[in-house]
């Protein structure tokens, strides 16, 4: 319980530094890195593309067609966006980088309306 604070105060600090985001979008991405990696075969480190495609099927899972209507509530418009978010909690020291993680890693890797409506699914 106590680490599931210090997280959550870690994150308000986040999002008290850096207005763009709310701070239901660092727990979001926190919560999908851990789907991520639970998608691998073993646990491991997961690039910014994997990680972009495990918070596309999981924003699907939770949010269905409203998921980009919720990421722009949060203020994430693009996967750009997601990368700024990772960056801030890679630097309050909830996520890990390796030599290769870039912050450009994350730039227009997907479009949001193309993946979230035009293209969106139903499991």
């Known amino acids: 319980m106590r680490q599931l604070t210090e997280t959550w105060n870690k994150i ?3 999002a ?6 709310k701070t239901q979008a660092y727990s979001f991405v926190m919560a999908a890195v851990e789907y991520t990696i639970g998608l691998l075969e073993q646990p491991r ?3 910014a ?4 495609d ?5 924003a699907m899972k939770q949010y269905g ?8 509530f949060w203020g994430v418009n693009e996967t750009g966006d997601i990368g700024n978010i990772v960056y801030n909690l ?5 996520l890990s980088e390796n030599e290769e993680d870039n912050l450009d890693d994350f730039a ?13 699914y139903e499991d």
């Not at 495990?54 to 999981?58: E, K, V």
């Open 45 to 47: 480190h997961v690039t």
């Open 108 to 120: 227009s890797i997907y479009d949001f309306t193309k993946v979230f409506e035009e293209d969106y």
């Open 65 to 72: 067609p409203m998921a980009k209507q919720v990421f722009n």
């Open 54 to 58: 495990g918070i596309c099927l999981s």
């Open 12 to 14: 308000e600090r986040i």
């Open 90 to 94: 890679i630097d309050e020291g909830l």
């Open 16 to 21: 008290s530094r850096d207005k763009r985001y």
């Open 49 to 52: 593309a994997e990680l972009l």
